[in-house]
């Protein structure tokens, strides 16, 4: 998988995602978590990695494997809790 967190770590499959949502009142900052649950090619080639609701249900979003940082997006923990002894870049 080609995607990195806003502190440049990769994302790889099992990872927890804390993500931007909202700023709601007085400023508060809300965020979602999500679970990255693998890869999915769609038909013209391209791997997208798929974002999951930590309830494990069928719902998901998409985001391409195009090298990009997510600016809005940080790893919060994974699966073997060596998150952050992962290279940066």
Do not use: W
């Amino acid at each position: 998988m080609n995607l990195r967190d806003k502190t440049g770590r990769n994302i790889e499959r099992g990872d927890i995602i804390k993500v931007f949502h909202f700023i709601g009142a007085r400023r508060k900052r809300h965020y979602m978590f999500k679970q990255v649950t693998g890869t999915k090619t769609l038909g013209s080639g391209t791997e997208y990695a798929m974002f999951n609701h930590l309830e494990l249900n069928d719902e998901y979003y998409l985001e391409p494997c195009d090298g990009r940082s997510l600016a809005d997006c940080e790893i919060v923990q994974s699966i073997d809790a060596k998150f952050e002894e992962r290279a940066r870049s």
